[in-house]
C-alpha cells in the first residue's frame, strides 16, 4: 500500500525547469514549426505505412496519452476518480480520437471525431464542411454543441469534457501530469487569462458568424467570403496550430501543462461560464485547512486552493477543470469536487447566516 | 492605537489581519526572530520533500501584508515593560504600543540525556525554519537517522529522513505509538504502515545516552534496555513546550505557569498584553488549565485575541476538540475526547471499534452515558464538521453508525464502504447487550 503519489518533483532537473526541461521544452517547439508549417513529417509517415503525417501524429498523441495514462493510473492507483477520469481519457483517445476516425476514413466515410465540437473544433459548426456531412454526424455536432455539453457541464460542471473526454487535457493529464505544478500562479497571469480566454472565444464566434453569413450570402457577397477564408486560415494559423500546438504543448515542462486550455481554449471558455452557474464545486471542510499550499502548488490551472481553503469558503471557479489533484494531495482531506443540488446550496446558505 | 504583536505564526498573522479587518486605522506591527513571512509550520515536511519550495509554504502572497498595512520586523524581543508600554529588541530597537499579543508559539521539549552536553551537530527537531535547515544538512542517504519520540512531529521527521533515503529507527517511549490519542490496535495499523515504509519501530525504549565523537557529531544513542544504535542524525520530538522562557527575565513578565497565564478573553495578568496560540495558557473558571497546541486552536485564538484587543467582550469557549493528520498515507480524522478509562464497562461507556480486514482503515467510535463522545477515524475522509454536531446533540451511538454516511467526504467514486463496519455493528452489539444479560 506504498502510494508513489507526487513524488518529489521539485528535485528533479525535468521537472523543475532544469536544464533538461528547456530542452524538452525545445524539441516539443521544434517539433510543432516542423510538424504545423514543413511537409518534413511526410515521408516519415510514409516510411511507416501511415497515410498521412496527421496519422503519425495522431499516433504519437495517442501513445503519449496512453503511456503517460499508464504512469498516471500507477501514480493515482488509491483514488478512485483519478483511476476512472484517467481510463475515461485514455479510452476517449484511443477510441473517438483515434481508431473510430480511422476506421470511417476505412469504410470510405468523412474523418470525423466524436470527442471533438464546437467552438474546440470551429469546422463542426462551418456550414460549407457541415452540411457536406452524413446526417447523423450534423446531429451529433449541432446536438452535442448546443445541448449535449451545456447540459453536462450544468450538472457535472466543465470536468466531464476538459478532464474526462478531451484530447487536449487527456495530454496534459497523462503525458504531461509530472508538470502540472509548473502553472503560472501570479496574480498577473491571472488578469491575462481573463482577457485572452475570453478574446478567444469572442474571435471564435465572430469567425463562426462570418461563416454562416458567407454561406448564406457569399455568392453574391464576394468580399465577405474570401474575408471568412483569410479570417479563418489566420485563426488556423495563430489558434489551432500556434496557440494550441506549439505553445499549448511546447510550454509543458516550463509552464505546466495547461498553458492552452487555460489562457485560449474557447471551449473552456464558454464551459467555464455554464460551470459558474452550475452544480459542480469544490466543497471546504470547514476550519480543518492547514494553509500548506499543495492544492494551489499542484492546480494546473493556476487557481490559489489554498485561499479558499483557508478562509472556509467552498468556490466554483470557471477556470477549474475539475482533475481534482487539489483533493489528491490534500494533507487533511479538506477538499472535495462535488455536484451540489440547488436545495443543498441553498441550506448551506442558511446555515451560514445562522451562524 | 498601535499593536504590536510578538511571532509571525498562524495566532499572530490571524490576529493581525482580523485587527486590520475591524480597524481600518490601527498601526499593526508583527515581529519575529524566525522568518520574515508567516509560513505553515505543518507543511514543513512537504518542503523538506521537494514537493513545495520554501515560498509555497508561505500562506498569504508577500504584497499582502503592505496592502494591509501590516508593518513586519526581523528581530528577536529582549524587553517587555508593560508600565511604558514598550518592547525591546536586539539590536537596540524599541517598539512603543498600546495593546500587545504575544504569540510566541511552542519550542521543542528539551530532553534529559547523558552526554547531550557534548553534542554539537547532528541532533535536530522539526518545529522551525530553522530546524528545517538543520534536517537538511543532516540528512544523507544510506546514513543512519535515529528518531526519538511517539507523537506527530516524530513521524513526519521519520517520513522526512526515509524519503532522503537514511535507515530510520523510531524509538518510541510508550508501549505504542501515539497513546494519547490512539488505541493500541490504531497504534499497531499505524506502526505496521511505517514498517512496509522501511522504518525500523521500536516501541517502550526510551533513550538514556547520546554518544559523540571528537567534534561533538552525534555517533550513536543508548537506550534504558542496554541497546545501542549508530546513528549520524538523531530527531528529536518528544513533544514541544509554550514558548515562555524569555518572558521571565523581562522588566514586567506577565503571570507564566507552563504558559503565559490567560483569562477568557485572552487577556494576560499586564492587562493590556494579551496571549494567543501555542503559548497561552488558558484559566477558565470551571476548567482545568488549558494549553491548546495545534494549528486551528492557533488560528482560532488568533481571531479571538485580535477581537479582545480591539475592546469586544470576549469569552473564549473552546470548542469540541478536533485535529486531523496524516501518517505517511494514513489519514487521521479525531474529534471529541476519548474517556482515559477506554475499555471500562459501566457508566454507560461503550467503544465501537472496526478496523478494515486488508486495508489501512479503521473507525472508533465512543459513547458514553447515551451520547457519542469521541470518534478515531484513520485511513479514510469525514467532515469533523458533522461528528461535532453529534457530538453536541448528544446523539446515541446506533443513530450515528445509521448515519455515518453523512460525514463521509471521500473523493467522488472512492466512499469506504461502510457494509462492513455497519455489519460489525451489529454483531458487536448483540454481543455486548448479551454480556450485559439484556436478551436478545
Known amino acids: 500500500m506504498i502510494r508513489p503519489g507526487l513524488g518529489d518533483r521539485l528535485a528533479h532537473d525535468v521537472t523543475n525547469r532544469g536544464v533538461t526541461a528547456w530542452l524538452i521544452s525545445a524539441l516539443l517547439f521544434a517539433f510543432y514549426i516542423v510538424l504545423y508549417f514543413t511537409e518534413w513529417f511526410t515521408p516519415v509517415a510514409a516510411t511507416l505505412h501511415l497515410g498521412s503525417k496527421w496519422a503519425l501524429y495522431g499516433t504519437l498523441y495517442t501513445l503519449a496519452v496512453l503511456i503517460g495514462g499508464g504512469f498516471m493510473l500507477r501514480r493515482y492507483a488509491h483514488n478512485r476518480y483519478q483511476v476512472l477520469r484517467t481510463v475515461c481519457v485514455m479510452c476517449v483517445q484511443a477510441l473517438f480520437a483515434y481508431s473510430l476516425p480511422q476506421f470511417l476514413m476505412f469504410i470510405q466515410q468523412p474523418e470525423f471525431y466524436f470527442s471533438y465540437l464546437w467552438p474546440l473544433k470551429l469546422d463542426y459548426l462551418n456550414p460549407n464542411y457541415l452540411f457536406h456531412l452524413p446526417l447523423p454526424f450534423i446531429l451529433w455536432s449541432i446536438l452535442g454543441s448546443f445541448l449535449l455539453v451545456p447540459i453536462l457541464a450544468i450538472f457535472f460542471g466543465k470536468r466531464w469534457y476538459c478532464s474526462w473526454v478531451c484530447g487536449c487535457g487527456g ?141 472556509n469558503e467552498s468556490f466554483t471557479r470557471a477556470s477549474c477543470v475539475g482533475c481534482g489533484l487539489c483533493a489528491e494531495v490534500c494533507p487533511r482531506g479538506v477538499l472535495r469536487l462535488e455536484n451540489v443540488t440547488h436545495q443543498a446550496q441553498q441550506l448551506q446558505l442558511v446555515q451560514i447566516q445562522r451562524f | 492605537m498601535e499593536y504590536a504583536i510578538v511571532g509571525n505564526g498562524v495566532a499572530g498573522i490571524t490576529a493581525a489581519l482580523e485587527v486590520r479587518k475591524r480597524d481600518p486605522r490601527a498601526g499593526i506591527t508583527v515581529i519575529s526572530g524566525e522568518t520574515d513571512y508567516f509560513f505553515s509550520r505543518t507543511a514543513l515536511m512537504y518542503s523538506f520533500m521537494d514537493r513545495l519550495t520554501l515560498r509555497d509554504l508561505e500562506p498569504y502572497e508577500r504584497g499582502v501584508f503592505d496592502a494591509q498595512r501590516i508593518r513586519r520586523v526581523r528581530g528577536w524581543v529582549t524587553d517587555l515593560d508593560a508600565q511604558t508600554r514598550t518592547l525591546k529588541l536586539d539590536g537596540g530597537r524599541s517598539i512603543a504600543w498600546d495593546r500587545l499579543l504575544l504569540a510566541t508559539g511552542s519550542r521543542p521539549r528539551r530532553p534529559q540525556w547523558q552526554g547531550l552536553d557534548q553534542v554539537r551537530s547532528g541532533l535536530v527537531n522539526f518545529v522551525s525554519m530553522q530546524d528545517l535547515e538543520a534536517c537538511e544538512t543532516v540528512a544523507r542517504p544510506g546514513a543512519k537517522a535515529v528518531v526519538v519520540g511517539g507523537g506527530l512531529i516524530g513521524i513526519e521527521l521519520v517520513e522526512c529522513l526515509r524519503w532522503a533515503g537514511m535507515e530510520v529507527t523510531f524509538l518510541i517511549r510508550e508501549p505504542w505509538y501515539w497513546p494519547v490519542a490512539l488505541n493500541a ?51 528529536v520530538s518528544i513533544g514541544v513546550e509554550p514558548a515562555v522562557d524569555w518572558l521571565r527575565g523581562v522588566s514586567t513578565p506577565p503571570r507564566l505557569n507552563r504558559g503565559i497565564v490567560v483569562d477568557a478573553g485572552l487577556r494576560t495578568s499586564l492587562g493590556a498584553v494579551f496571549a494567543a496560540g501555542d503559548c497561552a495558557e488558558l484559566e477558565l473558571p470551571g476548567r482545568s ?97 458533522r461528528f461535532e454536531e453529534w457530538i453536541g446533540q448528544r446523539r446515541p451511538l446506533e443513530d450515528v453508525i445509521d448515519r455515518l454516511h453523512q460525514a463521509q467526504f471521500d473523493v467522488e467514486f472512492g466512499r469506504l464502504d461502510l457494509t462492513p463496519a455497519r455489519a460489525a455493528f451489529k454483531l458487536w452489539r448483540a454481543e455486548s447487550l448479551r454480556h450485559a444479560g439484556v436478551p436478545a
Open chain 2, 289 to 385: 488549565p488549558l494549553v491548546e497546541q495545534i494549528w486551528y486552536s492557533a488560528k482560532r485564538q488568533g481571531a479571538l485575541a485580535a477581537r479582545s484587543m480591539l475592546g469586544e467582550p470576549i469569552q473564549y469557549d473552546p470548542p469540541v476538540f478536533f485535529n486531523s493528520s496524516k501518517f505517511f498515507e494514513i489519514e487521521y480524522t479525531t474529534v471529541g475526547r476519548f474517556p482515559r478509562e477506554s475499555g471500562a464497562s459501566g457508566d454507560g461507556l461503550r467503544e465501537f471499534y472496526f478496523r478494515y480486514p486488508g486495508k489501512d482503515a479503521s473507525l472508533r467510535i465512543a459513547e458514553r452515558g447515551g451520547a457519542v463522545e469521541a470518534f478515531n477515524l484513520l485511513g479514510s475522509r469525514w467532515d469533523h464538521n
Open chain 2, 185 to 235: 490496535a490504531e497504534s499497531a495499523m499505524v506502526i505496521d504502515h511505517m514498517r512496509r515504509h522501511g522504518v525500523i519501530v521500536l516501541t517502550g525504549e526510551s533513550v538514556a545516552a547520546v554518544e559523540t565523537d571528537g567534534q561533538g557529531a552525534v555517533t550513536a544513542v543508548s537506550t534504558d534496555a542496554g541497546r545501542r544504535f549508530e546513528c549520524c542524525a538523531l530527531g
Open chain 1, 171 to 311: 495530454l496534459a493529464n497523462t503525458f504531461g501530469e509530472p508538470w502540472r505544478h509548473l502553472s503560472a500562479k501570479s496574480t498577473k497571469a491571472w488578469r491575462f487569462e481573463r482577457v485572452s480566454i475570453y478574446s478567444v472565444l469572442g474571435l471564435a464566434i465572430v469567425l463562426t458568424a462570418l461563416m454562416f453569413a458567407s454561406y448564406a450570402v457569399g455568392g453574391v457577397h464576394p468580399q465577405l467570403a474570401s474575408f471568412t477564408g483569410e479570417y479563418q486560415k489566420w485563426y488556423g494559423i495563430l489558434v489551432a496550430s500556434v496557440l494550441a500546438g506549439v505553445f499549448g504543448v511546447g510550454l509543458y515542462p516550463l509552464n505546466g501543462t495547461r498553458v492552452w486550455c487555460r489562457f485560449f481554449c474557447p471551449m473552456a471558455a464558454l464551459l467555464g461560464i455554464v460551470q459558474k452557474a452550475g452544480r459542480y464545486r469544490i466543497t471546504v471542510k470547514d476550519d480543518m485547512c492547514i494553509s500548506c499550499g499543495l492544492c494551489s502548488k499542484y492546480c494546473e490551472m493556476g487557481i490559489d486552493v489554498r485561499s479558499y481553503a483557508q478562509s
